[in-house]
């Protein structure tokens, strides 16, 4: 498999603020990874595909400009919350592909006062 | 476009109990198929997965699942429950291509009566 970690693990901000969420492949070296949101009592939506080297490929419905992607090595995603709200407070989960495979991060619990 | 059902909710069984996790999906070919559990406030545990081959695939945790073609489903069994496997339980559908993109299912809340 692939170990996958994420910090922080939980963050607290106020509106406004811009927070960011770094996803790591700590055994792999990933070319793609995958951002998710999950709601409480939901299911994972994909946010985006985080390329090497790339721009990330966002879906439909999310703001690019809200939710900045950036896979400048082959360890390392970070996704930047920009000027974050209280509706933006969700869990945020990373996933590495390998092959046909995505390796879970223990995900980001962000909360915005 | 991919898509995966899990018709229940939520779930309850007793300890020792048996247990049956629905999926089904909807894709226009072979899938790769994906169990995942996840406990409160963690991310996500493969506990098995369907490439191709034989349709009854064995897990971790005792886990197992059977692949039909024919019904669209890829249903998740365990033939004693432990408290321990009270948790959220995703199922998933690949595609099978370079993208492979996962498509989640609503996920089903597994509660374990002692």
């Known amino acids: 498999g692939a170990v996958v970690s994420q910090h922080p693990s939980w963050v607290i901000c106020k509106s406004g603020t811009s927070v960011k969420i770094e996803c790591r492949s700590l055994?792999?070296?990933?070319?793609?990874m995958f951002w998710y949101r999950q709601f409480p009592k939901q299911s994972l939506m994909l946010m985006a595909t985080?390329?090497?080297?790339?721009?990330?490929?966002?879906e439909q419905g999310v703001e690019k400009d809200k939710f900045l992607i950036n896979h400048a090595s082959l360890t390392l995603s970070t996704l930047t919350v920009t000027s974050a709200h209280p509706e933006d407070s969700s869990f945020y989960i990373c996933?590495?592909?390998?092959?046909?495979?995505?390796?879970f991060g223990p995900g980001t619990r962000l909360t915005v006062l | 476009a991919q898509s995966v059902t899990q018709p229940d909710i939520h779930i309850t069984v007793s300890e020792g109990a048996s247990l049956e996790l629905r999926c089904n999906y909807s894709?226009?070919?072979?899938?790769?198929l994906f169990w995942y559990v996840q406990s409160p406030g963690q991310g996500l545990q493969l506990l098995l997965k369907?490439?191709?081959?034989?349709?009854l695939v064995q897990g971790i945790k005792g886990f197992e699942a059977e692949f039909k073609r024919s019904q669209s489903s890829f249903n998740l069994r365990k033939p004693s429950v432990h408290w321990s496997d009270a948790a959220e339980y995703f199922c998933?559908?690949?595609?099978?291509?370079?993208?492979?993109?996962?498509?989640f299912g609503g996920g089903t809340r597994l509660m374990v009566k002692p």
């Open positions: 996933s590495v592909k390998r092959v046909y495979e995505q390796f």
């Open positions: 055994d792999f070296q990933a070319t793609t």
């Open positions: 985080s390329n090497e080297g790339s721009k990330a490929t966002y």
């Open positions: 894709y226009g070919a072979t899938p790769y």
């Open positions: 369907y490439f191709s081959g034989d349709t």
């Open positions: 998933a559908v690949g595609a099978n291509n370079a993208g492979n993109m996962l498509t």
